[in-house]
C-alpha cells in the first residue's frame, strides 16, 4: 500500500510543480485538467500521512511492547497497538476505493432532461415531481439549478424540462439517475380510486466545455422567437427566445427561459454541445458496459430503474434490488441513501475489475 502510494506523491508533487508554469497556466484546457488532479491527489496524499502514522504507531507500539522493561508504557502501548490495528483496514479500504481511476467526466457539471412517457397527464405530472425531487437534492447540496426550457403539461407538471446543474463532482453523482422513472399511484383524475402506473425518462449528460466539442457556428442555424407560457413584462414580446439547428446532427435545441436573448443563446450551446458529446460518451459507456459484467450507470435510456409505489410507500431501485419504505422524504429530495448504495455497487465493480488486471 505504501509503495502505492508513494507513486501517488510522486506525482503530486510533479502536478503541484506544473500547475504554477506559466505555459501550462497559458493553456486553458491542459491547466483545467492538471488542476482537478491535483485535487484528487491531494486527498490521497493527505490519506498517505494518516497511513504512515498508523504504520509508524504499530512499529513503535510493538518495540515497546517486545523491550517490556516499562509495565506503564507497555499498557499505553498495548492501547496505542489496538487502537491503531482497528483504524488501519477502514484506512486501508478508503484508500483502496480512492486509488479506483476517476472518470475523467465525474467532474463536469451537468444537464438534466426529464420528460414525460407513458401516461399522460399524469406523467407530466409525475416528471414535475421528479424536477423538484432533483431540485431540492441538488440545493441541499450547495449546487446551483438553472432551468434552461420546458413545456407544461395540460394538468401540471411538465411534457418536458431541461435543467442545468452546476457544483462540485455533479455528474459522478447524477449520472446514476438516467433512465425510466416508473410512478404508481392514484391519479389526481382518476374517479374510481384505481392505481395507475406512468414514466418519465431522465437524461443526465455531463455538460461539455468548449474545448470538449469543436461546434462550428457555420453549421447552426439559430432561430429568434418570442417565449411562451408565463413570464414577467417583456416575456410574450420580446424576441428573446433561442431555437438552434445543427445541420450535421440533425439536433434542435431551445432556450426560453431568461429574458436575454444573448443569455438564451448561450445557454442553448452548452445544451447543443453537451448533446453532442453525450454521443461520444455514449459510444465509450456502450464499450465499457459490454466489458463490465454488472453496471448501475450504462446510461441506458431504455432501462427501468426506479419504481415509486405510492400506495406501499415504497420506492425501489431495479438495479440493485434496493426498497426502502421512505417515500415521501426520497420525493421530496433525499435521495443520498439511494445514490450512496449505487455508487458503493459501482466503486465495489471497479475495484474487483482492478484487482483481475
Given amino acids: 500500500m505504501l509503495e502505492k502510494l508513494q507513486i501517488v506523491k510522486q506525482r503530486f508533487d510533479e502536478v503541484n510543480d506544473l500547475i504554477i508554469q506559466p505555459d501550462i497556466i497559458s ?56 487502537e491503531a490495528k482497528e483504524a488501519l483496514p477502514i484506512l486501508e479500504e478508503e484508500i483502496k476505493f480512492l486509488l479506483i481511476p476517476k472518470d475523467p467526466e465525474d467532474s463536469k457539471n451537468v444537464v438534466v432532461e426529464v420528460r414525460a412517457g407513458t401516461g399522460g397527464d399524469e406523467a407530466s405530472i409525475f416528471a414535475g415531481d421528479l424536477h423538484r425531487m432533483y ?29 442545468e446543474v452546476s457544483g462540485e463532482d455533479v455528474y459522478g453523482t447524477m449520472k446514476f439517475e438516467a433512465g425510466v422513472h416508473r410512478v404508481q399511484r392514484v391519479p389526481q383524475t382518476e374517479t374510481q380510486g384505481r392505481v395507475h402506473t406512468s414514466a418519465a425518462t431522465v437524461m443526465v449528460l455531463p455538460e461539455a466545455e468548449e474545448f470538449d466539442v469543436e461546434l462550428d457556428m457555420n453549421d447552426v442555424r439559430i432561430e429568434r422567437t ?46 447543443l454541445r453537451s ?19 454488472s453496471m448501475v450507470s450504462s446510461g441506458d435510456r431504455s432501462a427501468k430503474i426506479r419504481t415509486y409505489n405510492y400506495p406501499q410507500g415504497r420506492v425501489t431501485d431495479h438495479r440493485i434490488g434496493l426498497t426502502l419504505y421512505d417515500l415521501s422524504n426520497i420525493i421530496n429530495g433525499d435521495i443520498q441513501k439511494i445514490l450512496d448504495e449505487l455508487m458503493l455497487v459501482e466503486n465495489t465493480q471497479k475495484l474487483k475489475e482492478s484487482s483481475e488486471l
Fill in 27 to 82: 493553456d486553458q484546457k491542459r491547466y483545467v485538467q492538471l488542476n482537478k488532479e491535483y485535487k484528487d491527489l491531494k486527498i490521497l496524499v493527505e490519506k498517505r500521512e494518516v497511513y504512515k502514522e498508523l504504520v509508524d504507531n504499530i512499529a513503535e507500539a510493538e518495540e515497546i511492547i517486545s523491550d517490556g522493561s516499562d509495565a506503564e508504557m507497555v499498557e499505553m502501548a498495548k492501547m496505542q497497538l489496538d
Fill in 135 to 163: 431540485t431540492k437534492y441538488c440545493e441541499g447540496r450547495g449546487w446551483n439549478v438553472s432551468v434552461v426550457d420546458y413545456s407544461e403539461g395540460t394538468s401540471g407538471g411538465f411534457k418536458e424540462i431541461i435543467f
Fill in 226 to 271: 418570442t417565449s411562451t407560457g408565463p413570464g414577467g413584462q417583456s416575456v410574450n414580446t420580446t424576441y428573446s427566445a433561442i431555437r438552434l439547428h445543427h445541420g450535421p446532427s440533425g439536433l434542435v435545441v431551445s432556450c426560453q427561459d431568461q429574458k436575454s436573448s444573448h443569455k438564451n443563446l448561450e445557454k442553448a450551446l452548452k445544451v
Fill in 275 to 293: 448533446r453532442l458529446y453525450e454521443k461520444e460518451l455514449e459510444k465509450k459507456l456502450a464499450a465499457d458496459s459490454a466489458r463490465r459484467k
